[in-house]
């Protein structure tokens, strides 16, 4: 069975602040897929990232980083100089090569941003 | 890139009644879609798999009866709750799956 847990259940943090979000994944599978959704409070699902389980390079996108651990089965996001905008719950997910598509979610984690 | 619509956004009804949700992949071709629910303050959970021409697939626990799903064509999957009660509303999420996987924006149902 395939499990996504995401311990932290809201974070807070002052604008200009670094913020990191956990995620810690279990699956049998070799070959698994790792994503992260960032949920606004319009509540549509905006895709930040897919990571192949066969790639453990980390990745840097704009103020988003991500480090993928294979050997502590970790997924972990990270906002550098935290915005306003970047207040919503974001979701960890995995999905298995043989259930393509169907997402396994984390619970989410709550970030808030303040001015 | 892609584009995945849900109709209605919101709707409320009253209990006993049916409702059915609609969810287009606008510039592409799916055969296969998903349906996610997501309660407030929850993670979103997979109800079902639905796939083009076939019977939908269903998570366990989730009454197939109760969510009827029909995938008639390559851009359209629609979701029925049937006889829906207070505890069905929540936020009902699709999404199509081309190489990547696209989410509408969601639906919420209120059921009174």
């Known amino acids: 069975a395939q499990k996504v847990t995401q311990a932290q259940t809201e974070i807070s943090v002052v604008e200009k602040e670094d913020v990191t979000l956990d995620c810690v994944y279990e699956t049998r599978d070799t070959t698994y897929y790792l994503f992260w959704y960032k949920q606004p409070p319009s509540g549509e699902l905006v895709f930040l990232i897919r990571?192949?389980?066969?790639?453990?390079q980390n990745e840097i996108s704009g103020r988003y980083s991500w480090n993928f651990q294979k050997s502590t089965s970790s997924f972990n996001f990270t906002i550098t100089a935290s915005q306003v905008v970047d207040s919503a719950v974001y979701f960890c997910a995995l999905s298995g090569t043989d259930s393509w598509g169907k997402l396994q979610f984390g619970a989410g984690t709550q970030v808030v941003v303040t001015p | 890139g892609a584009v995945v619509s849900q109709h209605p956004s919101w709707v409320i009804c009253k209990s006993g009644t049916s409702v059915k949700i609609e969810c287009r992949s606008l510039d592409f071709q799916a055969t296969t879609m998903f349906w996610y629910r997501q309660f407030p303050k929850q993670s979103l959970m997979l109800m079902a798999t639905?796939?083009?021409?076939?019977?939908?697939?269903?998570e366990q626990g989730v009454e197939k009866d109760k969510f009827l799903i029909n995938h008639a064509s390559l851009t359209l999957s629609t979701l029925t709750v049937t006889s829906a009660h207070p505890e069905d509303s929540s936020f009902y999420i699709c999404?199509?799956?081309?190489?990547?996987?696209?989410f509408g924006p969601g639906t919420r149902l209120t059921v009174t």
């Open positions: 990571r192949n389980s066969f790639d453990e």
């Open positions: 999404s199509a799956l081309r190489t990547e996987q696209y």
């Open positions: 639905s796939n083009e021409g076939s019977k939908a697939t269903y």
